[in-house]
């Protein structure tokens, strides 16, 4: 009978892509999270990070921090956990 940590389970969403426990460690950039939602991303590009009421304007090769959503190239992708306390 196996634990039920070593499942796989959902960590949290980006826009209504699921990533899971063994995808988390692929993230290490917001162009990552972006890569995930089959956007294409070049290394130059800007992406808008939105926490709460602050929005600060971020290199896609910063790394990757879970917030309340990600504006690219006009697109608003709210970002939501899926574990742990509400944010």
Not at 47 to 52: A, K, Y
Not at 53 to 71: A, N, S, W
């Amino acid at each position: 009978m196996g634990s039920w940590l070593s499942r796989d389970q959902p960590m949290f969403t980006i826009g209504i892509k699921t990533v899971r426990k063994s995808k988390l460690k692929t993230l290490k950039t917001y162009r990552d999270a972006l890569q995930v939602m089959n956007l294409e991303v070049k290394d130059t590009d800007m992406v808008l990070v939105v926490h709460g009421e602050l929005r600060v304007l971020t290199p896609v090769h910063e790394k990757f921090q879970i917030v309340d959503g990600l504006v690219f190239k006009d697109r608003h992708i709210p970002i939501r956990r899926l574990y742990g306390r509400p944010s």
